[in-house]
Structure formats: structure tokens, C-alpha cells
């Protein structure tokens, strides 16, 4: 049964464009399967022109990605990463893994992204490099970044794993900083299932980086034709995808401006929908700054402080609607505070976390489903107790 025909709400649905199961039966045919054929070439190009990046690479995942901006940058044990707590723990594990410490800063209260404003005083002589994640797929100011950066000789990593198709000042997020890292996970806007792919900007790491991905060697310039036989050259692993990934990835890709499309008309009916609860003073509605083009990657609301949000979440289950809080600050959590330090006080992102819940967002949803998630969501304030509610499944 489709989602859309279906009584509950699901959190998110898994959209195909209807060419997947075509351009993996054409891979299976050419006869190659391994990762770097014609799907994955394919893909490649498509996104270098697209988003006018240096070069671009299929990898496993995006936590792939970001672990390969660590190898690039070379991070040692005591390096420091500065990036937000209110995150995926990939954006800090990546960096973790080489003996990097996550310093972790504020964020905005309007768009949750890192505080380009508390940055500098975070910066140490072990200061290697700013990771901003652009949450919700709503740019980092990204202008003031670049220029931290630029002064104190850091490198710029995006996590733009929510950002494929949303842009700041017109540039493509993940096309901006030195290197950047996408996902294609199911719960993004473009799927493979499990995906990713690396935004290598900074012309002198781009040759690093298709050996790093080769498991360390030079076998991409091999089959360029470049050298006459490859060998290990430094340290690296897997990172690249089979071809059956990339031929379901294409069909995806070939789409994105209607997938785009379709997420940014749900998302603006949501927001008109919710005006009146905003009036109401129930909730807050999301923030995006003029100089942002964003990808509706996500519709989210922040309750107001006196609304319990575990009561919310389960008002909303009762009503057949899955919803869904988000990220457990990284300071807050075990190995966060075991490998990473806060830098000040980070309580705009402790207020906003436990405040925050995510609406069901995919293509498929339809405007009388968004208007019972208003319904349930307006009904919220007036309940009081919270009575036993049961499981649904998303
Ligand atoms: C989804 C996500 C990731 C991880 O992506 P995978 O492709 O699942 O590895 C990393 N960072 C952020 C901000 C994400 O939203």
C-alpha cells in the first residue's frame, strides 16, 4: 500500500522516480558492477556541472565523505575541528576516528546552524578546520565563514548532507568550502539507499582525493591511461560505490529539479498552514534568511516552552501521525563528551533541541494529510494529561 492511500502519516516515504529498477537492469547488462563505470562517471559529471565544483565523487555514505575530509586534511591526535553540537554524530565521529577533537560552539537561534559570530573566539593554535552543517538544508553564513577561515588559515569542510539542490547567494551548498560531503540516504531528497558523494573544491586535493578513495593508490589515474601500472601511494581505504548504487542514483539525479520542486510546495503549504499556530504563540516556525534558497529537505517546528514535547509527539502518534524530535546535542552525549569539548555556554542549542520536532516531509504528501498534522498540532496546547497512546509503527 502507498502512503498516501494509507490512515497513518508516516514520518518520511521513500520516493522512486520509476527509472531505478531500468538502469540497474543496464548495469547488470554492461556487464560491470564495480564502482567508477558508466553510472558512476555519469553521476560524477552531472554534479560537477551542476553544481560547479571542482570534482565530484560517489562514496558509500556521507559519513564516507567526511571521513575522507579528515585523511585529506590530515588530521593528527590534539587537531581541533570546530563545529556544532546540534548535529549527526558522523560530522564529529569522522574527525574522531584520526585522533581530532570536535570543539563544539552555539548555534543560531533563528536557522540552528553554527554561530558564525562565536567562531573566532574558539580558534587555538590546534584549530584545523570549521565543519558548518547546513541544517534543514538552510545555508551557514557562509560569506563570514570563509573569511574566519581565510584569516586564520583553517580549512573548510561542509556537512551539506541535508543540502543537495539548496543554495547561499546563489552558490550550491557543499560548492563553497574547501571540501564537501552529501548524502543520499533514504531519509534525504535524492536516494540510493545508503549514498554520498565529496565536494572537492580546492583544486590541490583533488588528486588526493581519488587516491584516498582507490584504498590509497593510484588506480584512477591507471585507468585514465596516466601511469602504466598503479600502486600504493598513501593512506586510504573503500570509499566508492558499486554501479548498481551509482545506475539507481542516475535515475534519481535525472529528477531532482521536480523532486525539489515537489518538497518546496509541501513545505510552503506547511508553513502557511501553521501561521495561525505560530499567531497563537503554540509554536515557531522554521527561519530562512533571505540570502538562503533552500531544498525543503525538512519541515520542522520549535513548541513553545510550555508545551511537553514528549505529550506533543504522542498526541500527534494518536492522531496516526508520525513525528519525530531530532538530534541529542553531541556535548550532551556520551562519547561527545568522552572526545570533544564545549567551547562557552551552549544553550541556545540545548533550548532548541529538546523543543524541536520534525513533520512527515516527502514527495507523495498531499494537502489534506499536511492539514491533519495542522488539526492535531492545533490541538495540542489544550490537552493537559498525557494518556497511553498505542504503537504505531512509521
Ligand atoms: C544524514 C546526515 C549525515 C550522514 O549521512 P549518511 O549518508 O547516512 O552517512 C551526516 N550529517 C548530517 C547533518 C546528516 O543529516
Excluded at 148 to 170: I, N
Excluded at 280 to 289: A, F, H, M, S, Y
Aim: a neutral charge; one cysteine or more; charged letters at 20%.
Amino acid at each position: 500500500m502507498s502512503a498516501a492511500m494509507s490512515d497513518l502519516i508516516p514520518f518520511n516515504w521513500p520516493h522512486m522516480t520509476g527509472k531505478e529498477l531500468y538502469y540497474i537492469a543496464e548495469a547488470h547488462f554492461n556487464g560491470r558492477l564495480a564502482g567508477d563505470g558508466p553510472f558512476s562517471m555519469r553521476c560524477h559529471r552531472w554534479m560537477e556541472e551542476k553544481f560547479g565544483c571542482r570534482k565530484v565523487l560517489l562514496t558509500h555514505s556521507c559519513t564516507a565523505a567526511l571521513e575522507m575530509t579528515a585523511l585529506l586534511l590530515d588530521i593528527q591526535a590534539g587537531d581541533e575541528i570546530i563545529m556544532p553540537s546540534y548535529t549527526f554524530v558522523s560530522t564529529a565521529n569522522a574527525f574522531v576516528l584520526r585522533g581530532g577533537v570536535p570543539v563544539f560552539v552555539d548555534i543560531r537561534e533563528d536557522t540552528l546552524n553554527l554561530n558564525e559570530q562565536l567562531i573566532e573566539a574558539a580558534i587555538t593554535p590546534r584549530t584545523r578546520a570549521i565543519v558548518p552543517v547546513h541544517y534543514a538544508g538552510v545555508a551557514c553564513e557562509m560569506d563570514v565563514i570563509m573569511a574566519v577561515a581565510k584569516r586564520h588559515d583553517l580549512k573548510v569542510v561542509e556537512d551539506a548532507a541535508q543540502g543537495v539542490m539548496a543554495s547561499y547567494k546563489g552558490r550550491p551548498l557543499g560548492a563553497i568550502g574547501d571540501l564537501g560531503a552529501y548524502s543520499f540516504h533514504e531519509t534525504k531528497n535524492v536516494i540510493s539507499g545508503e549514498g554520498g558523494a565529496l565536494l572537492v573544491n580546492d583544486p590541490a586535493l583533488a588528486q588526493r582525493a581519488e587516491i584516498i578513495r582507490e584504498k590509497g593508490t593510484d588506480r584512477s589515474s591507471f585507468f585514465r591511461g596516466e601511469v602504466d601500472k598503479y600502486s600504493w601511494q598513501e593512506v586510504g581505504s573503500s570509499f566508492l560505490p558499486g554501479e548498481l548504487v551509482a545506475a539507481f542514483l542516475w535515475a534519481q539525479l535525472e529528477e531532482v529539479d521536480r523532486i525539489t520542486q515537489t518538497r518546496l510546495t509541501a513545505w510552503q503549504r506547511y508553513h502557511n498552514l501553521l501561521e495561525p499556530l505560530e499567531a497563537r504563540g503554540l509554536l515557531r516556525r522554521p527561519i530562512v534568511p533571505s540570502s538562503c534558497q533552500h531544498n525543503a529537505h525538512m519541515y520542522y517546528v520549535l513548541l513553545s516552552h510550555d508545551i511537553d514535547r514528549n505529550h506533543a509527539l504522542a498526541e500527534l502518534r494518536r492522531n496516526g501521525i508520525s513525528s519525530v524530535s531530532h538530534y541529542v546535542p553531541l556535548h550532551s552525549s556520551p562519547a561527545g563528551r568522552r572526545y570533544g569539548r564545549m567551547h562557552g555556554d551552549l544553550s541556545v542549542t540545548d533550548r532548541q533541541a529538546a523543543r524541536l520536532i520534525r513533520l512527515p516531509m516527502w514527495v507523495g504528501l498531499m494537502e489534506e494529510q499536511q492539514k491533519r498534522v495542522a488539526d492535531a498540532l492545533s490541538q495540542v496546547q489544550s490537552s493537559t494529561a498525557t494518556r497511553p497512546v498505542p504503537f504505531l509503527a512509521s
